[in-house]
């Protein structure tokens, strides 16, 4: 794995800027990785030993996504959302996983850590790159029983909605009065088609 400061340098570019969510970021993502035995993730072989669960969508998920070279397009990111910043890394081949949750007590250290620094927002930055991980984290080994329908590797199931037949993969339908669903059918969606823009046959897929 690279060092600090160039896992810290790329993760800001990849956002768009730095702030003390990229370096709780990185932090975490070296810490969780050095935790499971893995270090150099973002290649092979390693890169298909890694599920990373992360639990909020902030700055520091995308630190999380560069370091360890997790994606939701391999399937090896999964977004949980609890509102935590928190996250869990699992090796696949072994089994081993930790969750790392940020500490809201860093905050309070940073404030000691770099009293100098008046600017709250600069302050949190330059002291989390250089507070103790015990301050910066709270670690707890964990086990997490990953059903074969969110493993990473090519698509192994597929169902057909009853309703609007679109088809819904990786076990991710819904049984409803002996119906098979999507859930947008099943449960309601985010989104609420505008009348006359769409047709249900637009809509139909095939396997």
């Given at each position: 794995?690279?060092?600090?400061?160039?896992?810290?340098?790329?993760?800001?570019?990849?956002?768009?800027?730095?702030?003390?969510?990229?370096?709780?970021?990185?932090?975490?993502?070296?810490?969780?990785?050095?935790?499971?035995?893995?270090?150099?993730?973002?290649?092979?072989?390693?890169?298909?030993?890694?599920?990373?669960?992360?639990?909020?969508?902030?700055?520091?998920?995308?630190?999380?996504?560069?370091?360890?070279?997790?994606?939701?397009?391999?399937?090896?990111?999964?977004?949980i959302d609890n509102g935590i910043m928190a996250a869990t890394f699992v090796n696949l081949e072994t089994g081993k996983a930790f969750r790392i949750v940020s500490t809201e007590?860093?905050?309070?250290?940073?404030?000691?850590?770099?009293?100098?620094?008046?600017?709250?927002?600069?302050?949190?930055?330059?002291?989390?790159?250089?507070?103790?991980?015990?301050?910066?984290?709270?670690?707890?080994?964990?086990?997490?029983?990953?059903?074969?329908?969110?493993?990473?590797?090519?698509?192994?199931?597929?169902?057909?909605?009853?309703?609007?037949?679109?088809?819904?993969?990786?076990?991710?339908?819904?049984?409803?009065?002996?119906?098979?669903?999507?859930?947008?059918?099943?449960?309601?969606?985010?989104?609420?088609?505008?009348?006359?823009?769409?047709?249900?046959?637009?809509?139909?897929?095939?396997?």
């Open positions: 794995m690279e060092d600090f400061e160039t896992l810290l340098a790329g993760a800001a570019e990849a956002h768009g800027h730095l702030c003390p969510g990229q370096v709780v970021g990185v932090r975490m993502a070296m810490l969780g990785c050095e935790l499971i035995g893995l270090d150099n993730p973002s290649a092979m072989p390693q890169i298909k030993k890694l599920i990373v669960y992360v639990e909020m969508d902030r700055c520091a998920a995308d630190a999380l996504a560069h370091v360890t070279g997790v994606r939701l397009g391999r399937r090896s990111l999964k977004f007590t860093a905050r309070d250290k940073a404030k000691e850590l770099m009293p100098e620094i008046t600017d709250s927002h600069r302050q949190q930055l330059e002291a989390y790159k250089v507070m103790d991980m015990a301050d910066l984290f709270d670690v707890e080994e964990v086990r997490v029983d990953i059903p074969a329908s969110d493993m990473p590797g090519p698509t192994r199931f597929k169902a057909v909605c009853t309703r609007c037949g679109i088809v819904v993969r990786d076990k991710k339908e819904v049984l409803m009065n002996n119906e098979i669903l999507c859930r947008p059918c099943a449960h309601g969606s985010y989104f609420q088609p505008v009348k006359g823009s769409t047709h249900a046959e637009k809509r139909q897929h095939t396997l």
